[in-house]
Nanobody, 117 residues
Framework: VQLQASGGGLVQAGGSLRLSCVAS????????MGWFRQAPGKERELVAA???????SYADSVKGRFTISRDRAKNTVYLQMNSLKPEDTAIYYC????????????WGQGTLVTVSS
């Protein structure tokens, strides 16, 4: 599986962006997917994840503002980000793991999200 993330950009605080992550190489129906982010000088953190059974979970910092979803027909996972804050500024990465694994082993390239105040 290869992952291609897109959708980042510059947005004002309070605005919205939708990130996309397209998987290629094989069907990713049996994979759990995650969106991570890394801000300058900070550790990478998991912000949203969706299981192979489409159960979603979120970091407390984005709960109620971000929504992760997947379109199996398009082999794509989305991260809808609303009410963006300057502290959401980071490089966002999508990642995948087979549902029986704990660690995310497949990573896409990052897409930069910049939120201006």
């Amino acid at each position: 599986v290869q992952l291609q993330a897109s959708g980042g950009g510059l947005v004002q605080a309070g605005g919205s962006l939708r990130l996309s992550c397209v998987a290629s190489g094989r069907t990713f129906g049996s994979y759990a997917m995650g969106w991570f982010r890394q801000a300058p000088g900070k550790e990478r953190e998991l912000v949203a994840a969706i299981t192979d059974g489409d159960s979603a979970s979120y970091a407390d910092s984005v709960k109620g503002r971000f929504t992760i979803s997947r379109d199996r027909a398009k082999n794509t996972v989305y991260l809808q980000m609303n009410s963006l804050k300057p502290e959401d500024t980071a490089i966002y990465y999508c990642a995948a793991r087979p549902y029986w694994e704990i660690k995310y082993a497949i990573w896409g390239q990052g897409t930069l999200v910049t939120v201006s105040s």
